[in-house]
């Protein structure tokens, strides 16, 4: 596949694999192809079967390749969960040219320097977003190429994740018969097609509900200063149905696709879903019913969320909060989403055809992402691709007893709740970028 200016972008989420392939025409997204999968070995965000997750992507791919009729060479793939860390990060290199101007390479060296920080060993550093470059005294540098100094400088942010995690995810991609092009930060993703400039700006909590997780990131001045996951999603909806309806999961997820609502009132009691029970009785159940079920879960959902903006100092902010991920699709998440938040709510959906469901948010910002990166952040990219830039230090401890952000662990649900059961919550990851 012809790679410039157009990319595949992959997610590997929970319930599927997404897979879409298109470029940017003139700031527009235009989707070329797309492919889904079920994805059965996949928990909780993370990789638990390659074998099952490499099925899984070479469905999508056969897919997309049969609308492109050309095979696709490079993914650049989405990265998420509890193990991502996000660091500040400095580099400094001297310029090499004789005349002292700034070439790509000097820009490179600086990014590379950058990665180069210790961290435990099991950590990878993945990318590299670089803030500002400093040239000799000149300080708020967006793009040094071309000017004249002795030395470089840089800020920025290093995503770090967990080996094995990213292997597993490699290999995974590699065994599909691809070549990884590169990870992106799902939240930084999400954020580049769902919220505007504006929004990122002015402050905008971004909340992607999908299938055993949902991620909130949170911007403000245009970068992103919080994110957290929990380890609830559409799977807890509709398990709550089987309970209710007594039934097979495959039954109650279609009840939910096809007639939930996220609210009771919402719901019509004339309209009712014929489905058979466990025991292989004929029942009827009403929307009204189904609403009342997913209303219960959704609102406990959302009140954890509110609970982990406040507690982050982020409880109103001024764009509101925007919901993407599959479960977002569900008539009146954003009227329940208003009465808990007490802020504006909207659902983004891509509009891209094709892909027209909040559940395509992820891989859609990723081409968006990864297409309009600036030339100067894409070279800390590339770099970071070399994918070997890892633990540069042995002293493993010094990360660990010094965080630079504070963590906050919560325990992990049960799988089998039945609807509205409050559970305490006390493991899992919150990092704060900024
Ligand atoms: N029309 C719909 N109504 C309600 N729920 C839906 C609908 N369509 C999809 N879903 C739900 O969305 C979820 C899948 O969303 P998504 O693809 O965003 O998750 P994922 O990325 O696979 O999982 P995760 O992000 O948790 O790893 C599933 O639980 C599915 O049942
Ligand atoms: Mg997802």
Redesign the pocket.
Known sequence: METKGTIAAL????????LIVGELLGGTLNVLAEG?AP?AG?K??VIVDIDQTVNAIKQAVAEVERTLGEPIGEVYVAI?GEHIQVKDCQGMTSIKGEDNEITDDDVKDVLHSAMVMRIPNELSVVDVLPKTFTVDQQTEITDPRGMIGYRLEVTGKLIIGAKTILHSIKRSIERAGLELAGYVL?SLAVSRIAASIDELELGVGIV????????LSIYEKNDLVYSTTLSY???H??RDLTYKMNCKYQDA?LA???Y?VALEALGDPEEKVSYVTINGEHRFEPQTEIGFV?EARLEEIFEMIQKRMTQAGYAQMNSGIIL????????GIDQLGKRIFKQSVNVYQPSSLGIR??????AAGMLRYVLSRSAVSKSGFDRADEKGIAAQGREQEELLAHPSQPSVREERPQKEQPPKERKSFSSFFEKFFG
């Open positions: 997610d590997i989420g929970t319930s599927e694999v997404k889904s994805s996949v909780r965000g998420s799902e992607d509900i999908g299938h055993e997780t949902t991620t999603g559409g799977d909806l509709t997820k939910k696709e096809e939930g997913l993407c991920g599959g479960s977002s699709s569900l008539p469901h909040p559940k395509y948010a992820v």
